[in-house]
């Protein structure tokens, strides 16, 4: 079997579990990496197992044969990178948000166009399994959508010692935890209803105006030193944001992110309420699936490819009790992408999030920006 050849750009923890996930596939093989510097190349070529490293992106450009590559760098880097890749003819898998303006997402999207190549962005929440019966079951049971809740809640930057480059607007960009993991929130929600948000109102709060920048790298979701040398440091992008929406039926909803909560790890959380049953899902109990009732029992549908159909089952790799997360969420992110490329499909048949799901995202964050900006309520063009 004729594998396809990917290249790494961006070493750290998202960066090592695309690797991880690439190799789980089977029908990929992991050619080069680069990371911030050609001596960071080498160690991560050589942890990881990778034959090739580059001292930056250019260099892996011109002289790997690649046919896919996974951009998991910081976000200033999502659009060059993106772009000169894309060009070239190499099919471009990128992590989120997809570009720090939806200026840059336009030319994206125009040298999509232009070129016969995939693109794909890691929104990988959309693949869990229980994600996909939740889909199934809004779309065909829940009856008349009535509002959308939910959450996205951290803790890795609660002190005010705690730093990483997302802070830093010239490499994160204008807005930190809306782009981070709102997004995240915005394309799990759009996915499961099928419909986009058109409109919302929104409030972003700084919790730290300030903040102690370490003298030395550290990576992020690092435990604080508390004992490192500081230096005080403006902050300028949001701690927490609480956002009022609507979709293009009407349906209303609303949702807060933060990575300010104690004790909130990577706690995603979603409700859909409809006129026959309401549906929920944790990231933090993926393998659960609440379906609540007015008139009858709840429920509480486990992961279990005995008991689920479809995409759902076919995305289960374990039986049920055997429990699954969030690797496997990654896998089958990337899995859709590469059977898309594969099997020369439409990505419109595929779950993948395209870079036109990934410009929707980039939209929404402007809007939520603008609007607790002048607080009132912003359309989405």
Known sequence: MAKLK???????????????????????????????????SKKAAEKLGVPNYYADYQQMLAEEDLDVVHNCTPNNLHFPINKAFMEAGVHVFSEKPLVMNSKE?????????AEDIYAGVNYNYRHYPLVKEMQQKVREEAGKLFHVRGYYLQDWMLFDTDYSWRVDPEKGGKSRVVADI????????????????TRLIANTKIVHPERKKPLSKIKSFAQTDQEAEYEEYQVETEDYASILFELEDGTAGNFTVSQVDAGHKNDLFIEISGSKKSLSWS????NQLFIGYRDQANQNLVRDPALLKGKAAERCYYPGGHIEGWSEGLKNSIKDFYDCILEKGNPADYDFATFADGQQEVKITEAILKSSREEKWVEIE
Request: aromatic fraction near 4%; include cysteine; charged fraction near 25%.
């Open 105 to 113: 997402g336009r030319e994206l999207l125009e040298i999509l166009e």
């Open 182 to 197: 709102g997004s995240h929130f915005c394309d799990l929600l759009q996915y499961l209803t099928g419909r986009k948000i």
């Open 6 to 40: 990917a290249g790494i750009i961006g070493t750290g923890f998202v960066g090592e579990a695309h690797v991880e996930a690439l190799r789980r596939l089977g029908n990929v093989e992991v050619r080069a990496v680069v990371a911030s510097s050609l001596e960071s």
């Open 283 to 286: 990231q933090e109990h993926a």
